[in-house]
């Protein structure tokens, strides 16, 4: 794929700005699309904070900073992805909003663009449905936090042509991150791994068997995990958890990816952990 190809980005959460960021780091021109503007600002001022950080630590220098800032266009309207090489949408997951995108992507793109989804659960195949070009779509599954982790999930659909596997998994490389290549099944490898643990430590506090704190200690200590599984669930966003179980449990038809109670009653409650100031945990801004 030329290096000087534009890049869209359809979301500007958190993994949203995260791709956009990367992109940019690599000297590529991103449009960050979001119907917020707010979200959009939100956005801008996260990637300057974390290149500000690298600046701190010397890894970039000034130049560097404003370079990346300036690779990035913040915009409203989708209209302005028509001539991007590659478009990564990122918005929520929820299949009836991607469907959307995808739909709307397929009439506004010229026929050459890939259409990527940053899904971590569900079916690129379907996805692909939505538009006229199934053969040039794919799963691009990048992790969070994007600028530092180092796996991109690549998932093929049915219809995923040989071209765009290959450019994509081509572009994953230059990015300096790591393709890993899994079938289109619910949750991929990633998330039908990570997801059931993290349920289950839900389960434990739900079933009063341990507090949160008790749950994530013996991970951390017993299991040599960086990161216990509830402040996990707090970083990602417990919303986004069960989707994610969600689509689970309807994949399979199997109780063991049956969302626990408690955390559909977090979610209700608005305790969506980091993004919302309380989870498992409670976060100061």
Same mark, same amino acid.
């Given at each position: 794929? =030329? ?6 980005? *359809? ?5 949203? #700005?995260?791709?956009? /960021?990367?992109?940019? /780091? ?17 956005? %801008? ?8 950080? =690298?600046?701190?630590?010397?890894? +970039? ?19 302005? %992805?028509?001539? #991007? ?13 991607? /469907? ?18 940053? !899904?971590?659960?569900?079916?690129? !195949? ?11 779509? *794919? ?14 999930? *690549? ?5 995923t042509s040989e071209e765009t596997f290959l450019a994509t998994r081509g572009l994953v490389e230059l990015l300096d991150? +790591? ?34 704190e008790a749950v994530d200690a013996v991970m951390k200590l017993g299991m040599n995990h960086p990161m216990g599984p ?56």
């Open positions: 794929m =030329d290096k000087l190809s534009s890049i869209g980005v *359809i979301g500007a959460g958190t993994m949203g #700005s995260g791709i956009a /960021q990367v992109f940019a /780091q690599k000297s590529y021109r991103v449009a960050l699309c979001d119907a917020v503007p707010s979200q959009l600002e939100r956005a %801008l001022s996260t990637i300057r904070k974390n290149l500000n950080r =690298d600046l701190d630590k010397n890894r +970039i220098d000034e130049a560097d900073r404003d370079r990346v800032l300036t690779n990035i266009q913040a915009q409203e309207d989708l209209e302005v %992805l028509k001539t #991007s090489a590659l478009v990564i949408e990122a918005v929520s997951e929820v299949f009836d909003v991607k /469907q959307r995108v995808f739909a709307e992507l397929d009439r506004i793109c010229e026929q050459t663009t890939i259409l990527a989804t940053n !899904t971590s659960s569900i079916s690129v !195949t379907q996805l692909a449905g939505s538009t006229g070009r199934p053969d040039r779509v *794919i799963g691009m599954h990048f992790m969070n936090p994007v600028p530092v982790m180092k796996l991109v999930e *690549i998932i093929r659909g049915m219809q991150k +790591i393709p890993v290549i899994v079938n289109d099944s619910p949750g991929f490898v990633s998330n039908r791994v990570l997801m059931p643990m993290i349920n289950e430590a839900i389960f434990c506090v739900f079933e009063h068997v341990a507090t949160p509830l402040t996990l669930a707090d970083l990602i966003g417990l919303d986004v958890c069960l989707n994610i179980m969600e689509t689970l449990y309807a994949g399979f038809s199997d109780p063991k990816y049956r969302p626990c109670p408690l955390l559909r009653k977090m979610v209700a409650a608005g305790r969506l952990g980091r993004k919302s100031g309380e989870g498992f945990y409670r976060y100061t801004p």
